[in-house]
């Protein structure tokens, strides 16, 4: 028999890694698989509608200074305001569609989710009634997407669906039960901007509902400039997307205790408000990759209240209302001087509610 043997890759295949090593996607392509960036964030968010309870869980991971992967795990509950998170020394991603583990502390894909940070951190849920991210074309970050070399990428992939199992959150045990779902997944080359703002919600009267958004400060070499992306995915199953700078802005006005997006295109006008307590937030780390270390990076409200009106051509169609809603202000500088507000350490990374 011939011996087999190993073609070259061919320029073009070459050319197409590189391209996704910047942390760009090509129209039509996957934004899901790993990219090969710095830092691969991977993040699922759990509703009770009846209740209000939320569990989230997070997966960020990172590339150090000498190509080592690691990983920044997080489970967090509201109400109670249980708070783990954990620097793992393994992390991967998988390079072909959506996956992130860290040895045998967190493994996460499209139907099932696995974390164990912990006898009192602990989360195993089964996802089932998928609603993914219906465009082919483009992803959350729309045009953004397929441009090279940003700071940050942002992919709502999982807009909707049933959880079921159990969650372990200190003393407390959960029985989850079809709760509604969301995951998403945000990539970059240095991990997270200087400031950004973020939200998601469900639990509207309308169990299909799910609001999105995603704002911040975005570069890529000689070029700046502050982009928010707004999600809604509307009852009759419609998405609106907004957010291109030129065709449909977003304006947004952000503090740690309100959230405001206005944002319009020719047909479609949405805004959003939020509101939540300071005191009432969790303070979650994020990564800095190359160092191999995570520092206060977020503070997230994970049951704040959020109202959202859109209309189409000047016509209200849908409006509502969610009390278990996520809203979060990010920044270093920010997070830091929360932690410390509320008695911290200085190297602490991370700091539950205050009630």
Same mark, same amino acid.
């Given at each position: ?41 991977? &993040? ?58 860290? /040895? ?39 045009? &953004? ?16 669906? +049933? ?21 998403? +997944?945000?990539?970059? +080359?240095?991990? &997270? ?21 995603? /704002? /911040? ?139």
């Amino acid at each position: 028999m011939p011996r087999s043997r190993l073609l070259p890759p061919s320029p073009a295949s070459a050319l197409h890694r590189a391209y996704r090593r910047s942390g760009a996607t090509l129209p039509f392509g996957d934004p899901l698989s790993a990219h090969g960036v710095a830092m691969e964030g991977y &993040f699922w968010r759990l509703t009770d509608p009846g209740t209000g309870r939320v569990v989230i869980a997070l997966n960020g991971v990172n590339r150090d200074a000498a190509g080592e992967h690691w990983a920044t795990l997080g489970l967090a509950g509201h109400p109670g305001g249980h708070l783990r998170t954990v620097v793992h020394p393994h992390g991967h991603a998988s390079e072909h569609g959506l996956g992130a583990s860290a /040895g045998d502390a967190f493994r996460g894909g499209p139907d099932s989710l696995s974390v164990d940070l912990g006898a009192d951190s602990r989360l195993q849920v089964g996802i089932s009634q998928p609603r993914p991210w219906p465009r082919r074309a483009v992803g959350g970050s729309s045009v &953004f997407g397929s441009v090279p070399a940003l700071n940050q990428y942002w992919h709502p992939w999982l807009l909707g669906g +049933k959880a079921h199992g159990t969650a372990v959150l200190g003393a407390e045990s959960v029985e989850i039960e079809g709760w509604d779902v969301y995951g998403e +997944k945000n990539w970059g +080359k240095g991990g &997270f901007p200087d400031s950004w703002w973020w939200g998601q919600a469900q639990g509207f009267q309308e169990e299909s509902v799910c609001v999105a958004f995603a /704002g /911040g400060e975005v570069t890529a070499g000689p070029l700046r400039t502050t982009v928010t992306a707004l999600v809604v995915l509307l009852p009759d199953g419609r998405l609106v997307r907004l957010g291109d700078p030129v065709v449909s802005p977003v304006r947004a006005e952000v503090a740690d205790e309100h959230w405001s997006l206005r944002g319009r295109s020719a047909a479609w006008q949405i805004e959003v408000e939020g509101h939540g307590a300071l005191g009432s937030a969790h303070v979650l780390p994020v990564p800095l990759p190359v160092e191999r270390r995570n520092v206060p990076g977020a503070i997230e409200h994970l049951g704040a209240t959020m109202t959202v009106r859109v209309r189409h051509r000047g016509r209200l169609v849908w409006s509502g209302e969610s009390r278990s809603a996520a809203l979060e202000h990010g920044g270093i500088d920010r997070a830091r001087a929360e932690v410390l507000r509320r008695g911290g350490a200085a190297h602490d990374t991370e700091a539950a509610p205050l009630r």
